[in-house]
Every structure is written in structure tokens, then in C-alpha cells.
T-cell receptor
Framework: TQLLEQSPQFLSIQEGENLTVYCNSS?????LQWYRQEPGEGPVLLVT?????EVKKLKRLTFQFGDARKDSSLHITAAQPGDTGLYLC????????????FGSGTQLTVLP | ETGVTQSPTHLIKTRGQQVTLRCSSQ?????VSWYQQALGQGPQFIFQ???????GRGNFPPRFSGLQFPNYSSELNVNALELDDSALYLC???????????FGSGTRLTVV
């Protein structure tokens, strides 16, 4: 069984602070995705990283895929209350028709 | 462009009953996946369908079954419901070979 461990599980910060969420595994993934999920909704895709060492930026969000394609991080600069939500990483298992293995998520709360 | 729609949004069933959940894929998407998300957890892969055939399956018993129709809509059927089947069931559609997944808002199933 391939597992993705996310940390921290919960994070509560003040508006304007920076934060980093980590996603780690002992397994190699062909790609890794980050999603954000709000209560009562399905996950919404933020980014897909495919190449080891790849860095992608989406406004104040920076995503990095580890060189060995086993881990990833999400960094948010100057967090805003609108960033509040459940952040999920999901790895695609090589040769599995893009079946996704999800981490357990990081619940982020940004206080005004 | 329409998104992924799921029905019903909420459902209460009694242990031992059977349930059918429905999903309408995003226009142009030919692959559909189903995930189970327990409270406080990340989604877990149930199975994936492509061209009306099962194209991958997670660690779920045979009482979880599915169908994909020629118009790419899909059903998830669960027989002999157990209390632990209570969860949010998510449908995700994609174009085979692409990395992008679009999730529906899910069906919240409660088994009593």
C-alpha cells in the first residue's frame, strides 16, 4: 500500500503569515497533485507537478515536487482568510491509469 | 462547460440496504473515478471506468460495483450496506491520459 503522509494535520495562523505544508511518501509517484476542499464540496485541483525538482507558482502559492518524486511541499505567502480550507496532496501511482492516492489532508485556518 | 454533477446530495439508508449513486461527467471527459472520503480523512480510490469497463480498483470489497454508460455518466452501487460505509462519495472525471481531474460535490451517505 502506498501512503502519503501530510503534515501538519491542523494549522491555524494569523492573516499575513507564511506557512508550508508537507507531503511525504516512501513511494515514487509519476505525478503529484494538490487540491483544496471546502466543507460540503469536492476537492478542486490547484496544480499538477510531474518532473522531479519541479517548482510551480500560483499567485501566493508555491508548489515543489521532490527530486526523487516521493515528496512535495506547498508554501503559502502572506496567507489570507480566503485560503482557509482542507489542502490535500494526491500522488498518481505509476502504471495505474492515473489512480490517485490521497494524503489525509491539512486543515488550514487563517484568522483575520 | 459543465462540471461534474452528482445525485443525490444526501442520503440516509439502513444497514443491509442497497444504494445507487449517480454521476454526470464533465463534457468531453471519458474517464470516471469514484472515491470514498470518511470524515477527517482524504479520499480513497474505489475504482475507475474507461469505455464502460473497470480500469482499476482500490481495496474495496465486491459489494461496491459500478457502471459507466455510453454518454460517460456513471453509477456507484453498494450492496449490503454497513455502518462504516457512511462517508462522502466523490466522483471525478478526466480525459484519459490527462492529469486534470474534476470532482463533483459528492453524495453524503449515512448508514444507520
Amino acid at each position: 500500500t502506498q501512503l502519503l503522509e501530510q503534515s501538519p494535520q491542523f494549522l491555524s495562523i494569523q492573516e499575513g503569515e507564511n506557512l508550508t505544508v508537507y507531503c511525504n511518501s516512501s513511494s515514487v509517484f509519476s505525478s503529484l497533485q494538490w487540491y483544496r476542499q471546502e466543507p460540503g464540496e469536492g476537492p478542486v485541483l490547484l496544480v499538477t507537478v510531474v518532473t522531479g525538482g519541479e517548482v510551480k507558482k500560483l499567485k501566493r502559492l508555491t508548489f515543489q515536487f521532490g527530486d526523487a518524486r516521493k515528496d512535495s511541499s506547498l508554501h503559502i505567502t502572506a496567507a489570507q482568510p480566503g485560503d482557509t480550507g482542507l489542502y490535500l496532496c494526491a500522488g498518481a501511482i505509476p502504471g495505474s491509469a492515473r489512480q490517485l492516492t490521497f494524503g489525509s489532508g491539512t486543515q488550514l485556518t487563517v484568522l483575520p | 462547460e459543465t462540471g461534474v454533477t452528482q445525485s443525490p446530495t444526501h442520503l440516509i439508508k439502513t444497514r443491509g440496504q442497497q444504494v445507487t449513486l449517480r454521476c454526470s461527467s464533465q463534457s468531453g471527459h471519458n474517464t470516471v473515478s469514484w472515491y470514498q472520503q470518511a470524515l477527517g480523512q482524504g479520499p480513497q480510490f474505489i475504482f475507475q471506468y474507461y469505455r464502460e469497463e473497470e480500469n482499476g480498483r482500490g481495496n474495496f470489497p465486491p459489494r461496491f460495483s459500478g457502471l459507466q454508460f455510453p454518454n460517460y455518466s456513471s453509477e456507484l452501487n453498494v450492496n449490503a450496506l454497513e455502518l462504516d460505509d457512511s462517508a462522502l462519495y466523490l466522483c471525478a472525471s478526466s480525459l484519459k491520459g490527462s492529469y486534470g481531474y474534476t470532482f463533483g460535490s459528492g453524495t453524503r451517505l449515512t448508514v444507520v
